[in-house]
């Protein structure tokens, strides 16, 4: 059986306006003012789109941060003027967190119960200790704390001259809050501090005495 040549002339048409001009194209000239209502999914981040969404717009759809994708599509197009096919949005799944991680020589702040997902918190190293590594900040993801450990260590203080005639304890390298203790050898007196403290700005807290021979 063959087609009327209008009607295979109607089939061409259609084809055409389905196939060119990108998103637009694949809506029925009639359906092309029609608006669709606004696709409201939860825990999500709209963009690349904004209203009165027309037939052809396409909408990105992505978690909020803290959240993740479980499911569902991150694109969405408005169809012929009121609906937007492709089965069920984007889907994220948000679990809170508990306590912040522990961290050596680390306090943490910014953050308190409940731990949402997207909490952050932010971590500093304590007095006398200073950042070698990891990240100041974790976040609450989906019911864990992601983000590198802080990795803290004990400032250094410049290294200490042995007194002559004397010696002193513990041997170096000295950190925070070591307290170091000197003494002199038989025959010998000190002269000043007996002992002296690293401390946390990196200095000691007195200068290193002296021997001198005892008076006969």
């Known amino acids: 059986m063959r087609l009327p040549a209008g009607w ?4 061409l048409v259609l084809a055409l306006l389905v ?28 963009s690349n789109c904004q209203a009165p969404f027309r037939c052809g717009d396409e909408c990105r759809y992505e978690c909020v941060p803290g959240c993740v994708r479980t ?23 948000c679990r809170p967190c508990g306590s912040p991680p522990d961290v050596r020589d680390a306090g943490v702040s910014g953050c308190t119960a409940p731990f949402t997902a997207g909490t ?8 006398g200790f200073r950042t070698v590594g990891g990240s100041e900040t974790q976040m ?8 590198s450990t802080l990795v803290c260590a004990a400032r250094q203080c410049p290294t200490l001259t042995v007194p002559a005639f004397g010696s002193l304890t513990p041997p170096g390298p000295h950190s925070y ?9 038989t025959g010998y007196v000190l002269n000043g ?4 403290t690293c401390q946390a700005d990196g200095t000691w807290s007195d200068t290193v005495p002296t021997c001198t021979r005892k008076n006969r």
């Open 71 to 93: 499911a569902g599509a991150r694109v969405r197009v408005c169809r012929f003027g009121r609906y937007w096919p492709g089965g069920r949005g984007l889907r994220c799944s």
């Open 193 to 196: 501090a007996s002992s002296t």
């Open 140 to 147: 609450c993801v989906d019911g864990r704390w992601r983000g």
């Open 177 to 185: 809050p070591i307290r170091v203790t000197f003494t002199c050898n």
């Open 19 to 46: 196939t060119t001009d990108g998103q637009r194209a694949r809506c029925p000239r009639r359906f092309r003012r029609r608006g669709c209502r606004a696709l409201t999914l939860p825990n999500t981040i709209r």
């Open 120 to 127: 952050t918190c932010s971590y500093q190293c304590n007095t």
């Open 8 to 11: 295979i002339l109607a089939i």
